[in-house]
T-cell receptor, first 117, second 109 residues
């Protein structure tokens, strides 16, 4: 079946512009996650959704970052007034609920490479 | 928050060799996953293994939750095994998934 998809695959934007990144999870997965990976680095967790709700937004790097999910499916990560330090690959993952309230097995999309010039 | 340490940070092997990658974590975890990030950046699930041992072809993994570590074994390595291997944990008291810094594996022909 179809995996997690993300769009665009690449985005180049000028400093100060707003960008929207989209994630389409695996059908039926109730949980959705956003991560950021800077060049040569590990993954930094940003936010997760259970259904349309994001219980904890403290992982977002600044108030320029926001995310929403509608209909329990597609999610959008928005970065306002982009800065050069926002340049990174933004990865999305989805999962079914795990056992005993844990997070389920996560499946990742191909990512969106964001470059802020 | 929970700390995740992976070792070694870099590993170079000759094709056909075996290797063991380690992941230590600082607190009890609900779940643990191993991923392979290929040279094109795609993260591929290897194992979802909060405890016990699993095997998939040339790869196997063991998590000893009581001692807070997990091991990933790669046998008869191939050049296509090259990439970065990440361990990620979901802690009991976390609202996030913590990734280790990864082990960069290079398999030479």
């Amino acid at each position: 079946g179809a995996g997690v998809s993300q769009s665009p695959s690449n985005k180049v934007t000028e400093k100060g512009k707003d960008v929207e990144l989209r994630c389409d999870p695996i059908s039926g997965h109730t949980a959705l996650y956003w991560y950021r990976q800077s060049l040569g680095q590990g993954l930094e967790f940003l936010i997760y959704f259970q259904g349309n709700s994001a219980p904890d937004k403290s992982g977002l790097p600044s108030d320029r970052f926001s995310a929403e999910r509608t209909g329990g499916s597609v999610s959008t990560l928005t970065i306002q007034r982009t800065q050069q330090e926002d340049s990174a690959v933004y990865l999305c993952a989805s999962s079914s609920p795990g056992d005993s309230g844990s997070w389920g097995e996560q499946y990742f999309g191909p990512g969106t490479r964001l470059t802020v010039t | 928050g929970i700390q995740v340490e992976q070792s070694p940070p870099d590993l170079i092997l000759q094709e056909g060799a075996n290797s063991t990658l380690r992941c230590n974590f600082s607190d009890s975890v609900n779940n643990l996953q191993w991923f392979h990030q290929n040279p094109w950046g795609q993260l591929i699930n290897l194992f979802y293994i909060p405890s016990g041992t699993k095997q998939n072809g040339r790869l196997s993994a063991t998590t000893v939750a009581t001692e807070r570590y997990s091991l990933l074994y790669i046998s008869s390595s191939q050049t296509t095994d090259s990439g970065v291997y990440f361990c990620a944990v979901d802690g009991y008291n976390n609202n996030d998934m913590r990734f280790g810094a990864g082990t960069r594996l290079t398999v030479k022909p």
